[in-house]
């Protein structure tokens, strides 16, 4: 590999060519090579000078350093002198560009002092333009002068210098008293120098001379991945300029091509800037006045009071005139049950009314944005303001790949002047992997989140002692890439935690069970060993306060720790968070608590009350929307059904979709006498609490003597009562033992909590 990338350095020649290596991959190879002095460390210096002066056009201390190290490493190197050379051009251009020579014209009408004043400010201004010239180029001899510019530069030289020495025999004629002022030949020079100025920047090499402002369809392909997008853009621009070419020769269309545009996608994928991009291309095609964009969401629009969201959207509009008027997570407008005090409604009719409106149609373009599947249900639910977004002007942007986004965030550590080592963007995929967990993905936004953050921890934890040379400043490694959080860290091991639980000792057994064979297919799949296909979607049975749901966390603390879930945090749902009340809308509110928990735990706690054998009962619209996002999301959610025990195995029966995919069953006992002395006074030392003597006693015979309901549940509420009844008893004592729970207190609180259940 790297005597390839040397044979293509060695036959780059010319810096009117894009050398053959990126900045990135020129930073990498010299990282590898730092201490070498060779012909390749030359040129690898002189692609990093070039790739700098292309992001810095102006001084560099940085690209002079590479050109100095360059020449270092290889005496008369063709490229360094070249690069050398087109610095200097360009330094003496910015100096012609920011002279005003309109103002050097010296009319013979002038008076003969005004004159002479004129010539004087023409003078120090000559000066101080030759002092930008690099004297050494000024009188090289031309060899190769295929481009023209080192000859233009020293030929705008020659005509400056020429009226510098015109400029000083005039004025000292005036000393002399002996006026002697060709106003001519002054006009002359000054307009030779003048036009020559802007053919001297057209022979600089492209890469100094690129505005910032790109076509926006270079800016289109610059852009990672979106390869469908971009084709269609491309077609759609064609189809543009086609159009207004054909209005141009007199042909005319009863239906005008809409400006109007729906943009989907998961959040980073590239909406707004695309949007940008399309004003660029409507204002270049003179179809709109200006490549303006107005950027507002639901609370730019939506007022407070009848009469203010229409008034909002109006201006709005009226700012958006000649340009475009983009509207993100669009769909916001129209809310679920949307009441008679929300109004989004309004914001729609009021665009809708604009859109069609004589002062306002066709004046402005409107580009909505957002979420793919809540875009497709807000449309259908506005026929209005769907029919105003044709479907050939729909666009949707994909997540980006692996690749892709490892590429993005290459290219944002370089905007910053950082690159990643080999090892570190491996890393870095492991990273992005654990956030790449649903919908809510930021893409190319959470990648360049994650860069910034890596390079914080960089700066922040590395000392300027370590770092000695400039490329320290610049390397990003596999240490400066922390992926786990502190706290995870310091977390108690899941394991340990299972352990540390009072009784539930064939529950304990189950999920160490369970978690030894997740580990060893992962290990069998990471070498490429034939692994059982893991289920992990479990039901939970038992009586409340059995401890399902801090098993159920704990199980997805574990499963976290085995790789298999990114998260390994746990969403807790009931039938009122997943049903609801009319046709259509139990699916939304199930896929938004199934979003909310992917990468790790979907707790249904009683999830047997989904199912109660009615035909039209909205619990099995939540059922089989949970089936089919199991399906869809299987190596990403874990499902526990938490319940009593026949409940749950009517629940689970009654749809061939859960019976396939709940194989794994965990019962939970009610605890024993013993178990619940224990959790008593475990529950009481962690308030930092202790038992009186005689408490122990009190409570071993009444849990063997009464049917306890609730088992841990109760146990919590007893220990809450009897600290309550504590504090109304040792109140205004004058030396209380604010840390002893007496039997009195214990009897107290045992008659309240029985008589809650």
């Known amino acids: 590999m790297e005597t390839e990338i040397k044979a293509q350095l060695q036959q780059w020649n010319s810096i009117d060519q894009q050398p053959p290596i990126t900045e990135t991959e020129a930073l990498k190879l010299l990282d590898e090579t730092l201490d070498d002095k060779t012909d390749m460390q030359a040129y690898l210096y002189v692609a990093l000078a070039y790739h700098r002066i292309k992001r810095h056009p102006g001084e560099d201390r940085l690209a002079d350093y590479f050109i100095e190290q360059a020449k270092e490493m290889k005496q008369n190197h063709p490229l360094v002198s070249q690069l050398n050379e087109a610095k200097k051009v360009l330094k003496v251009y910015h100096s012609l560009r920011d002279m005003t020579f309109d103002n050097w014209t010296i009319h013979e009408t002038d008076h003969q002092s005004a004159k002479m004043k004129k010539a004087g400010r023409i003078h120090e201004q000559v000066i101080h333009l030759l002092k930008a010239w690099d004297q050494d180029l000024v009188e090289k001899d031309i060899v190769d002068a295929a481009s023209g510019r080192l000859k233009l530069y020293q030929e705008i030289h020659f005509h400056l210098t020429e009226l510098k020495e015109i400029l000083e025999e005039a004025i000292e004629s005036i000393e002399n008293r002996r006026i002697r002022l060709s106003a001519g030949i002054i006009n002359e020079k ?3 120098i003048s036009n020559y100025t802007e053919e001297l920047y057209k022979r600089l090499p492209d890469f100094l001379t690129r505005t910032e402002q790109l076509d926006p369809l270079e800016a289109l392909d610059n852009m990672v991945g979106l390869k469908d997008v971009k084709g269609y853009i491309h077609r759609y621009y064609h189809y543009l300029k086609y159009q207004q070419q054909r209005k141009n020769m007199g042909f005319s269309m009863v239906d005008e091509p809409e400006l109007h545009m729906i943009m989907t996608g998961n959040p980073g994928t590239g909406k707004t800037t695309l949007a940008r991009l399309l004003a660029n291309i409507y204002y270049e095609l003179g179809l709109l006045e200006t490549r303006e964009v107005v950027e507002v969401n639901r609370s730019h629009l939506v007022g407070a009071y009848i009469g203010q969201s229409e008034e909002n959207t109006m201006n709005y509009v009226k700012q958006a005139t000649g340009g475009v008027l983009f509207i993100d997570e669009a769909y916001s407008l129209s809310r679920e049950g949307q009441t008679g005090n929300d109004y989004g409604q309004a914001v729609i009719d009021t665009l809708v009314s604009a859109m069609t409106s004589k002062e306002y149609g066709g004046k402005f373009a409107v580009i909505l944005a957002g979420y793919p599947e809540e875009m497709r249900q807000f449309l259908w639910s506005n026929p209005g303001l769907r029919s105003r977004f044709p479907e050939q002007n729909h666009i949707e942007l994909p997540d980006y790949g692996m690749d892709e986004l490892l590429e993005i965030a290459e290219i944002s550590a370089i905007e910053n002047d950082y690159f990643f080592t080999d090892g570190a963007l491996k890393q870095f995929e492991t990273l992005i992997d654990k956030h790449r967990v649903d919908e809510s993905f930021g893409n190319a936004r959470t990648v360049k989140n994650l860069v910034l953050k890596i390079i914080f921890n960089k700066s922040a934890f590395q000392s300027e002692v370590e770092q000695q040379r400039w490329l320290d400043h610049m390397r990003l490694t596999k240490k400066d890439i922390e992926i786990d959080d502190e706290s995870d860290r310091e977390k108690e091991a899941p394991m340990q935690r299972l352990e540390e639980l009072i009784g539930l000792g064939n529950v304990k057994d189950e999920v160490k069970k369970l978690s030894a064979f997740v580990r060893v297919q992962q290990e069998r799949k990471d070498k490429n060993l034939p692994h059982v296909p893991i289920q992990l979607h479990s039901v939970f049975t038992g009586n409340p306060g059995t401890g399902k749901t801090t098993v159920a966390a704990i199980y997805g ?20 968070d997943l049903v609801a009340g009319y046709v259509g809308q139990t699916a939304i509110k199930t896929k938004k608590k199934i979003r909310e928990a992917l990468g790790g735990v979907l707790f249904i706690d009683e999830a047997y009350s989904l199912y109660n054998g009615g035909r039209d009962d909205f619990g099995k619209e939540a059922i089989e929307t949970l089936v089919d ?3 869809r999301h299987n190596e990403n959610l874990v499902v526990i059904l938490a319940g009593y025990q026949n409940e749950m195995r009517q629940l689970v029966n009654s749809n061939p979709g859960l019976t396939s995919r709940f194989k794994k069953y965990f019962y939970f006992p009610d605890y024993n006498s013993e178990e619940l002395l224990t959790m008593t006074k475990f529950q009481a030392a962690s308030y930092q609490y202790r038992l009186d003597d005689t408490v122990e006693q009190f409570l071993a015979e009444r849990y063997q003597q009464e049917d306890v309901k609730g088992n841990g549940r109760f146990v919590n509420n007893l220990i809450n ?16 033992s604010m840390d002893l729970l007496t039997k009195s207190d214990i009897e107290q609180a045992w008659k309240t909590v029985q008589g809650d259940i």
């Open 721 to 736: 009562e009897a600290i309550q009844y504590q504090a109304l008893r040792v109140e205004g004592e004058e030396d209380p």
């Open 190 to 192: 000054t307009r030779y």
């Open 629 to 631: 996002e199991m399906t």
């Open 557 to 576: 603390d574990i499963l976290k720790q085995c790789g298999l879930l990114k998260r390994g945090h746990m969403i807790v749902v009931s039938r009122s």
